[in-house]
């Protein structure tokens, strides 16, 4: 024997074996091209998933820089900005001054004046589009927004006079007139309208707040810094480096990370979730692929037989099976990098739509859609391992078989059994045979259709798992809800409901109920009890808490003092509290004598009580007021019209609206809640955008009907995404069950037409290929309720379904309504396979073998 040695001549063999099969070509492109495409189109979601949710957040909380240090005296700022001056990861950085807010009846929204240079201008996104950033005292460059507020014309050069507080503690305000030098277009949807000035101006009437005062939370005068890095890796070990050098070794201090930027938070993006799919989509190429090119091989094992009979080895023969695999791959890829980034690009939108439900109009996310060449050089590696691991049995198959063994697998185990009339062996009997002799055949074709009955079934369940209005309950406790508050505390508006703004929704004709929540903080000295109370609860939690948190509660120690959210609230909204024991009526309550207290560890065994009904608590308001209370009873806030910061120790207090503008004179409400009438929502969502919008479009609305419309959006994305890997599944299952059924019939001729010859009709011969089909059908409906029941609970409740307002719900009905559409294609093919072969006469077909 002479082996072959020559590469000119496995690559002409490998073209050969091309030609061949033609057929098998163009199933298995398009077997690559799907796989290629679900990779492609599952990276380029989950890239856009990513970038979009970093853009709205940098666009909402006005920060595009990776790493950001706010609140700084004079003495830190210093030491950070040598260290950030220094650090060989940094590529840029910002630096500006905050000066206090501007302070203006006109204002309908959050205004800060501010010094920034060009690098924190930007990151603000709030760089002049017209003009320059200011250079001189006298100058400054504002958002257009505010110039309309004001009525000033945007133009450079014209007069602008602005008011802002130098001291909130104080009550110090500056007023000075400036010259426009640059404008912008303002953007309602952010956090706050910046107005820039000059640095020397900045620092000759910037607040000389002291780090005292900066840990008390007065900011005026406070310096900060935005910083680039070179490249987005290891951003959290980078910024900690910087703060630690600097000096900073407090949590919450210093420089501190991007939420934007932060990928893998719990509400940004699922890894998990990410690797699931990852394995999934191999797994289903690798179902196809596998079957397709174990098909090919024995169809040609004779070929490959003869081959090694003259000399090639097995080393080369599987070479040779390679080949075609990755001249298959050059062909499938491409395209299916094609088609996966079109299908991105149309799903992206729905996936990125609704990140977070929504209860508020034109509070979608930006959808930001990636091309970035990694998404493809990751779809291309992943596609062709699974086209390696697909192809790796074939290429033992090929490997290890004798010539003898190759003219075996050739001819058939079924042509040499002898056929013999038995009417004691029946149709069915002999399907059964047939499919328990081809068990691992059979298994990769019932895998592969059990796999879209399985994705069917976890979209439903999905689908249905999630609950509006365990959704609604928590984060809408009326029909619409009004303020003006945004997602930072330090630029909040905690009376945005002003008294002209009650009058108005008070007077609306369709509002059921229409009730208010009052705000204001508080001290409070605490009582020995109240002291242990929190002492247990420090020794419960300690171990938990950051730096940060545990030097709030060692200043609340050495103070004696707990932070009071003070509340005061309306009949509408007293309705709506969750009570621990025995509810009072509002009648006793709007007396204005009582108090009622929150309780801690709400969904603990035995929640925590900081008051016992009928203590007195004895209140000191800031303004000097002081009157002595009954505790009444316990209550919680509802989530949505609760105090909607983060605060450790703390409790609240509530008392009736009219006790709490008494005592605090404050008569602009932190919240508005109405009720409509039954059926009337979309006549109050009218009187609202006219009445209230049309005056202060600044005021946040969230409303059950758009919180509905994001939640059937949200809903929809998972009907969108399934339905893309249903189709293609499904796709991937019947081409399996296709060329199984055909490659069995044409593997069997001899056999079927020996069982003509010995007297089993034509009839008999179909009925026994279509129970073949069913008991395929069968074994494929038996896996995917096992996968459902044991694995897709499971995987669906640690992955997509994490969301707090997520309950399973265990169903197979999906599975069994699938099954009357997989038996009609379970009956039609293998006729259509035994049909066609038939137009051959017995002799041929016996004479072809």
Not at 476 to 482: T, V, Y
Not at 724 to 736: K, Q
Not at 767 to 794: P, R, T
Request: with cysteine.
């Amino acid at each position: 024997m002479v082996k072959v040695e020559n590469k000119e001549t496995l690559r002409l063999l490998t073209k050969r074996f091309m030609k061949m099969n033609r057929a098998r070509n163009i199933i298995a492109v398009i077997a690559i091209m799907l796989t290629s495409l679900l990779f492609t189109s599952l990276f380029v979601g989950s890239v856009s998933m990513i970038l979009s949710k970093r853009a709205t957040e940098i666009k909402q909380f006005m920060d595009s820089s990776h790493a950001i240090a706010q609140n700084l005296s004079e003495e830190d700022a210093e030491r950070l900005q040598k260290t950030i001056e220094q650090d060989e990861d940094v590529e840029r950085y910002g630096s500006g001054i905050f000066l206090g807010a501007g302070m203006d009846e006109r204002f309908g929204f959050s205004v800060e004046v501010r010094y920034a240079d060009e690098n924190m201008a930007e990151s603000f996104n709030c760089l002049p589009t017209t003009g320059r950033l200011p250079e001189k005292e006298n100058e400054v460059a504002v958002s257009s927004l505010v110039l309309e507020a004001l009525g000033v014309t945007p133009k450079i050069g014209e007069e602008v006079t602005l008011t802002w507080e130098v001291n909130p503690m104080l009550k110090q305000y500056k007023t000075d007139t400036f010259q426009i030098c640059g404008f912008w277009q303002g953007d309602k949807a952010v956090l706050g309208q910046m107005v820039w000035v000059s640095e020397a101006y900045a620092k000759e009437n910037r607040y000389p707040v002291t780090q005292e005062e900066l840990e008390n939370g007065i900011y005026n005068g406070g310096k900060e810094y935005s910083v680039w890095y070179k490249n987005l890796w290891n951003l959290e070990k980078k910024t900690e480096n910087i703060s630690k050098t600097a000096g900073f070794t407090k949590a919450g201090t210093g420089l501190e990370i991007n939420p934007a930027y932060n990928l893998f938070e719990e509400d940004s993006f699922s890894f998990t979730s990410f690797i699931v799919m990852v394995l999934f989509v191999i797994l289903a190429g690798y179902l196809i692929i596998y079957n397709i090119f174990n098909i090919s091989v024995k169809t040609d094992i004779r070929a490959y037989g003869l081959l090694k009979n003259v000399g090639t080895t097995g080393k080369q023969l599987k070479k040779i099976v390679r080949m075609q695999a990755w001249k298959l791959s050059a062909v499938g890829i491409p395209i299916g990098l094609i088609f996966g980034y079109l299908a991105g690009l149309c799903m992206a939108p729905s996936l990125t739509a609704d990140a977070q439900i929504s209860a508020q109009a034109g509070k979608t996310a930006q959808t930001v859609v990636s091309a970035n060449p990694l998404i493809f050089l990751a779809a291309i590696l992943l596609t062709l391992l699974t086209v390696y691991l697909s192809s790796l049995q074939a290429c033992k198959m090929v490997e290890r078989v004798s010539p003898v063994e190759a003219l075996r697998l050739a001819e058939g185990e079924q042509s040499h059994r002898k056929i013999k009339k038995n009417t004691s062996v029946t149709w069915w009997g002999m399907a059964v045979q047939n499919v328990l002799r081809n068990w691992k055949k059979g298994l990769i074709v019932m895998l592969s259709i059990a796999l879209s009955m399985v994705v069917v079934n976890c979209i439903v369940m999905l689908v249905q798992g999630y609950d509006f209005d365990s959704y609604r309950k928590v984060f809408l406790a009326s029909d619409f809800q009004l303020d003006q508050m945004t997602g930072s505390l330090s630029n909040t508006n905690f009376n945005g409901i002003t008294p002209e703004i009650k009058e108005i929704l008070d007077e609306c004709p369709d509002s059921a109920k229409t009730g208010y929540v009052y705000y204001s903080e508080e001290t409070h000295k605490m009582e020995p009890e109240l002291l242990e109370t929190w002492e247990a609860f420090a020794d419960k939690y300690e171990k938990n808490w950051t730096d940060y948190e545990e030097q709030v509660w060692e200043d609340a120690k050495a103070s004696n003092t707990v932070s009071v959210h003070f509340l005061g609230i309306s009949e509408s909204v007293f309705d709506k509290l969750e009570w621990r024991g025995e509810k009072c009526s509002w009648d006793t309550f709007k007396s204005g004598n009582y108090v009622l207290v929150d309780y801690g560890d709400k969904y603990a065994e035995h929640p925590v009580s900081y008051y016992q009904t009928g203590d007195v608590f004895q209140m000191e308001y800031k303004n000097g007021n002081q009157k002595d209370y009954e505790v009444i009873g316990e209550a919680l806030m509802p989530y949505a019209l609760d105090y909607p910061y983060a605060d450790l120790i703390y409790i609240t207090v509530l008392v009736p609206e009219d006790e709490y503008i008494t005592q605090t004179g404050n008569e602009s409400a932190m919240y508005a809640a109405i009720d409509a009438k039954k059926g009337e929502d979309k006549k109050i969502k009218e009187y609202i955008d006219e009445n209230i919008l049309k005056e202060n479009d600044m005021i946040n609305v969230f409303s059950v009907l758009d919180m509905k419309a994001s939640f059937r959006r949200f809903v929809s994305k998972y009907y969108m995404i399934g339905s893309f890997l249903v189709v293609i599944l499904a796709f991937i299952g019947i081409m399996n069950f296709f060329n199984t059924t055909a490659t069995s019939v044409i593997s069997r001729k001899k056999e079927l037409a020996l069982l003509e010859v010995v007297g089993m009709t034509k009839k008999q011969i179909s009925k026994m290929l279509v129970a073949e089909g069913f008991l395929y059908l069968g074994g494929a409906f038996m896996i995917a309720v096992l996968l459902v029941v044991f694995g897709a609970e499971k995987i669906l409740a640690n992955t997509l379904g994490t969301a707090f307002f997520f309950q399973m719900h265990l169903t197979i009905v999906p599975c069994l309504l699938m099954v009357p559409i997989l038996s009609g294609i379970a009956y039609a093919i293998p006729k259509y396979q035994f049909k066609k072969m038939s137009q051959e006469s017995v002799v041929e077909r016996i004479r072809k073998e």
